[in-house]
């Protein structure tokens, strides 16, 4: 993996990055780097500092201090050229609501300076799941549907880097499933580089290569996803209905060095994967019944700690 990263150029290399509104600060001291290729996930919990942070990689605003490269290049040098190479959505999608989809995409294709045709605009409603409401205004688009529309807007003009700021926001299940099985499209087949904010740590998980976590502005944790989420790294609680007897079973066995606390009927270890058939058998074997056992990662745990102290 180190290898690969390093053979990779950088879509996106963010160093030291501050910015402050009057007295909050908003971003404090931010790096990351962006591959060509990675689906990259930018976690943290709402007010954590991530629309903040894309607003200036867009040069919607201007940082306090600190350095911005996108393709290479400092943002502030090549602004017009960078940012026709990069297609978001920033928080929600804002469209003319007395028009049709088909007419906004058209008046917005317009303004990328690239010439846009009907089939490209037919080609990027029918891959957000709007074909068949091309002509209905969008006004009686629910807030999802908009969603899937500032999608479309932003793969009008092919761009090379796609920034998304909570993309399934608003979406049913079965949407976000859509936009989850795009993104892995527009990465595997297309060669995008994508940018995903999110604050739900299991959306991220399913699409992205790589991410960092972020918490009032700063790092937290940065990382390849398969080594954050490493399946080693397990608590898993048991629910049993001899708390006593579990207990002596625990003590008189190798168990012991796995056990980490219980709550009466709640005992947690800390397990590899194929550990915990193997618990599971020893309890049962010895007459526990066991009512659940669940899994959780350590990271999991990280980010629903951090995500609560930002609440």
Do not use: C
Not at 217 to 244: R, T
């Amino acid at each position: 993996m180190i290898e690969k990263i390093l053979a990779q150029e950088k879509i996106i290399e963010i160093n030291s990055l501050v910015k402050d509104f009057k007295k909050l600060r908003a971003v404090n001291n931010l790096n990351l780097s962006v591959y060509k290729g990675d689906v990259f996930g930018f976690l943290g919990p709402n007010g954590a500092g991530k629309s903040t942070t894309i607003r200036m990689l867009l040069s919607l605003i201007r940082q306090t201090s600190g350095n911005i490269n996108l393709f290479g290049n400092p943002i502030s040098s090549d602004r017009k050229n960078i940012l026709a190479k990069i297609g978001a959505i920033v928080e929600k999608p804002d469209f003319y609501g007395y028009l049709s989809a088909y007419k906004n995409l058209e008046i917005l294709g317009k303004l990328t300076g690239k010439e846009i045709s009907k089939s490209k605009i037919m080609q990027v409603l029918e891959l957000v799941g709007l074909d068949s409401r091309f002509d209905s205004k969008v006004k009686t688009f629910s807030h999802g549907m908009k969603q899937r529309l500032g999608l479309a807007q932003s793969l009008l003009h092919d761009p090379e880097l796609i920034i998304l700021d909570e993309p399934t926001t608003g979406l049913d299940p079965q949407g976000m499933k859509e936009i989850r099985d795009l993104i892995t499209y527009l990465s595997k087949e297309k060669g995008k580089t994508l940018f995903l904010s999110s604050h739900i740590l299991h959306e991220v998980e399913l699409v992205a290569n790589r991410m960092i976590i972020i918490n009032k502005g700063s790092a937290k944790v940065e990382g390849d996803v398969k080594d954050l989420l490493n399946a080693k790294k397990l608590k898993v609680s048991f629910e049993v209905d001899d708390e006593q007897r579990v207990k002596e079973l625990i003590w008189q066995s190798g168990w012991k060095e796995k056990f980490e606390s219980n709550t009466k009927s709640v005992f947690i270890f800390s397990l590899e994967n194929h550990e915990i058939s193997q618990l599971n058998k020893y309890l049962v074997d010895n007459n526990i019944s066991i009512s659940a056992v669940i899994p959780k990662r350590s990271l999991e745990d990280y980010f629903l700690k951090i995500t609560e102290e930002a609440s």
